[in-house]
């Protein structure tokens, strides 16, 4: 028998009391006024849970927000204008790739970012050229935020010698050591622990060698995606980062879908922003789609790290606009077929019900089957994986509704890539610039084009560029060349000018 | 040898404050083997970190912060369980200095005890060497005495590149009278532990005691083993190896590691890229049986090479 001492009430007790004071945030639970909420109720979801708790926008900060709205606005007009450019030049920069690849300019694996711009325009134009940022494959934006050139990105994508990396890195490896950029990473989570060895860096700095900038900590920001959520190193370095009260950000940019798989199929607990107090360390979520949201979630994140109070883990509901890669087909995000408005389905489906209840007899046969045949037509245009859940099945009212019910579910999720392209972030933004008066038409126009410009130079600066040179192969691979070793005549390896030359074989 | 290393370590502490410790239990508990004992005391705990136990992460770290300027020792409590931070030993540690275009420089020391022990079983048995060996950007070196203990310590961590240290768990008890004065080890460099005419042993790590004991036995039948400690397990020091089959002609490779994709694998082709027309003889390789490690004793003696076998394959060569 167990011994009378142990209870289990300190397994009850909140999450505060255990990490040495510090208070989690308190997390607002119920509804919230986001349409994407309010989609997820009207359609239900595929995964039953679900259909309880609901993706909660940030009104963590809302009582900021309401004060702070009316006396001053949440962003001047240079800090709009800003923001602006930098996801005008995200998108213009992506599309183009997109362009290039096609026309076989750049090759490989080349993951674009439409539509989560606001995040990394947001996270990033905060920080310092001294503070760090570590990205995924999906890594051109977070390039071009923290300032990297645009025409050493586009080279890099060309595999031309000028690239930011000379060409030796391609479109999932970007790398700026004078802007702070430490990549670029082709597996998922392998960076997260990169950008925890830098946080520790920063600390480390201050701590042991002295050294600090005047505003504090240097942060380290890491982007991830909903999928890395579930891999092991992220929740290693959740540990590290609160137990030694890191300057790191981890920014969870959740599209909802890795390649192809749900997040809701991959995930026990879809909410991932309450995985952070499991750890100790505030947990946000925030909508990603609305850049001066992700912003105050920002600051207050960076400011808190920057203080040495520790990690932040904030969840930005976003969506990327095209495939995984240029190379995804990017099947399983739209409909299979035509579909009809959801109202169509509901009234079909109600005089269906009607005409079949109030038919007798043979009669009843007759027609039943002559109705069953035109559903089958009718039902061509309806996604093969309902049909067998719909209204062929049972005749019954109850089923005929059921049926309604799972084509309004099915319907959202053809929904989703519309229901996201209308909350796009940079239509948002710019409607938010001239109602608040933040700036004009015509200067939003010229910024348009200024950067629609610099994307045009970069690729002509890419396409002049020339490719990496023979004697270019060896020249990385070791930091010092030594490594190559001793060879037979005594002499290192790395002073035979086969090596300068690229030419020897290793 | 531990002492060696922990000096070594000291050393490179007071010189460089940018060079630290990370790793499980190397803090208050002073390291398993007692490597880095007091070195928390001397330098604080953060300097000398000790670590939940998260491989994966906890290398990645460390190369993380390397990117960022410091110099991490990172210690894996076994070589074994480094495994599990492979991900980041080759993607990053081996790689990111390249496809960052040489933008960043990972100059990390990756250490650990590792080879066959005294019944540890199976996964506490492993010889990482042969796993490893492929990596681009990685080098690798393996100690065996006191002095080239510290020498390579030393030098590993000065190294600008990332560099494996492999300690053996038998040899950490070793004992040698070591210069007081400051000195480094070559990372690329063979050692010449006997200098003889009619064989070239090449070996490394705690095979060197079993070649040298069955020298002993060799040369009371006649023979005159040279035995090198190849020491730089990537990459291969050419020229001492190379003037050794020169003058010799035979070549016997004793290694620990398994003989599958081995370390003596690969030392054969270089050889043989290299010295063919020096040899008289097939290269020979005694390495360990492609077994784990079983527990018992009498079947884990036979599945690295004893000192018996070493004297049999020489006679064998040197017909």
């Known amino acids: 028998m167990a011994a009378a001492s142990f209870t289990a009430a300190k397994f009850l007790a909140p999450v505060a009391a255990r990490s040495g004071g510090e208070k989690a945030p308190p997390l607002p639970a119920g509804a919230s006024s986001s349409s994407f909420a309010r989609a997820m109720r009207r359609g239900g979801a595929h995964h039953p849970r679900l259909r309880t708790a609901l993706a909660v926008s940030s009104d963590v900060l809302a009582g900021n927000k309401a004060q702070a709205a009316a006396a001053n606005p949440a962003v001047t007009r240079e800090e709009a204008l800003e923001l602006y450019e930098d996801m005008v030049l995200g998108r213009v920069f992506e599309d183009m790739c997109a362009q290039m690849y096609y026309r076989g300019k750049m090759f490989g694996f080349v993951h674009l970012y439409n539509g989560q711009e606001a995040v990394s325009t947001g996270f990033i134009k905060y920080l310092n050229q001294a503070d760090c940022v570590v990205s995924t494959y999906r890594d051109h934006v977070h390039a071009l935020s923290k300032g990297v050139p645009a025409r050493s990105v586009m080279a890099e994508l060309f595999g031309k010698a000028t690239g930011c990396c000379r060409g030796q890195g391609g479109s999932m490896h970007m790398f700026s050591a004078p802007h702070n950029l430490l990549g670029g990473f082709a597996f998922i989570g392998e960076g997260i622990p990169v950008a925890t060895g830098a946080a520790f860096a920063a600390k480390y700095r201050h701590e042991v060698l002295k050294q600090s900038g005047p505003d504090g900590l240097d942060v380290t920001v890491a982007f991830f995606g909903d999928g890395t959520c579930n891999n092991g190193q992220f929740f290693e370095c959740l540990n590290m980062a609160q137990l030694w009260k890191l300057p790191i950000i981890f920014v969870v940019e959740n599209n909802l879908w890795a390649i192809g798989m749900s997040h809701l199929r991959a995930t026990s607990d879809p909410e991932i922003f309450k995985k952070g107090p499991a750890f100790g360390m505030p947990g946000v979520h925030v909508d990603g789609m609305d850049v001066l949201k992700v912003r105050e979630v920002a600051k207050e994140a960076i400011d808190r790290a920057r203080r040495g109070e520790g990690p932040t883990l904030v969840e930005c509901e976003t969506y990327r606009f095209r495939g995984h890669s240029l190379a995804d087909p990017d099947e399983l995000r739209k409909p299979g077929k035509d579909y009809f408005p959801v109202s169509f389905y509901f009234f079909a489906s109600l005089v269906k019900f009607l005409v079949l209840t109030r038919l007798s007899g043979e009669m009843e046969n007759g027609i039943k089957a002559s109705l069953a045949k035109f559903a089958v037509v009718w039902y061509s245009v309806v996604p093969i994986e309902l049909v067998n859940e719909t209204l062929l099945s049972d005749f019954s009212f109850l089923s005929s509704l059921h049926s309604s019910y799972l084509i309004c579910q099915h319907s959202d999720r053809y929904d989703e890539k519309s229901h996201y392209a209308a909350r796009d972030p940079i239509t948002a933004l710019k409607k938010y610039i001239i109602e608040e008066n933040l700036g004009t038409e015509s200067e939003l126009k010229s910024i348009e084009k200024k950067i629609e410009d610099v994307v045009e130079e970069a690729v002509e600066f890419a396409d002049a560029s020339p490719h990496p040179p023979r004697s270019q192969l060896l020249e990385n691979v070791f930091a010092d060349p030594k490594g190559f070793g001793i060879g037979p005549d005594g002499k290192y390896r790395c002073e035979d000018p086969k090596f300068t030359q690229g030419t020897a074989q290793v | ?319």
Not at chain 2, 44 to 50: I, T
Not at chain 2, 154 to 171: D, T, Y
Not at chain 2, 183 to 199: D, F, K, N, Q, T
């Open chain 2, 1 to 319: 040898m531990f002492e060696a290393l922990r000096e070594a370590l000291i050393e490179e502490m007071k010189l460089d404050p940018t060079v630290c410790v990370m790793g499980e239990d190397v803090g208050h508990y002073g390291g398993s083997y007692k490597v880095t004992k007091g070195l928390a005391e001397m330098f604080g705990d953060l300097r000398v970190l000790d670590t939940p136990i998260a491989e994966n992460s906890f290398t990645g770290m460390g190369i993380g912060a390397a990117m960022k300027g410091l110099r991490p020792v990172v210690e894996g409590m076994n070589m074994g369980f480094l495994l599990l931070a492979y991900n980041q030993i080759s993607n990053n540690c081996g790689m990111l200095h390249y496809t960052s275009g040489g933008q960043f420089k990972i100059p990390v020391v990756i250490r650990g005890p590792g080879g066959v022990g005294r019944q540890l079983g199976a996964e506490h048995s492993q010889r990482l060497e042969s796993y490893f060996q492929s990596i681009p950007g990685l080098q690798m070196v393996a100690c065996s005495t006191p002095y080239n203990a510290k020498g390579l310590m030393k030098a590993a961590i000065r190294s600008e590149n990332p560099v494996v240290l492999f300690e053996h768990v038998l040899l950490y008890n070793m004992k040698e009278k070591i210069p007081d004065e400051e000195y480094i080890c070559c990372l690329e460099e063979a050692e010449m532990v006997r200098p003889g005419e009619h064989v070239t042993i090449l070996t490394y790590s705690r095979m060197r005691y079993h070649v040298m004991q069955a020298a002993k036995t060799l040369v009371n039948k006649g023979y005159d083993p040279e035995v090198i400690d190849i020491r730089s397990l990537k990459p291969f020091d050419l020229h001492t190896i190379g003037n050794s089959i020169k003058k010799t002609h035979r070549v016997l490779i004793v290694e620990e590691c398994m003989r599958t994709g081995g370390i003596g694998a690969s030392l054969r082709s270089a050889i043989i890229d290299n010295f063919w027309d020096y040899l008289d003889a097939p290269i020979m390789c005694l390495s360990s049986q492609d077994v784990p490690t079983p527990y018992a004793a009498t079947l884990e003696d036979a599945t690295v090479v004893q000192p018996a076998q070493i004297v049999a394959a020489v006679e064998q060569i040197c017909q």
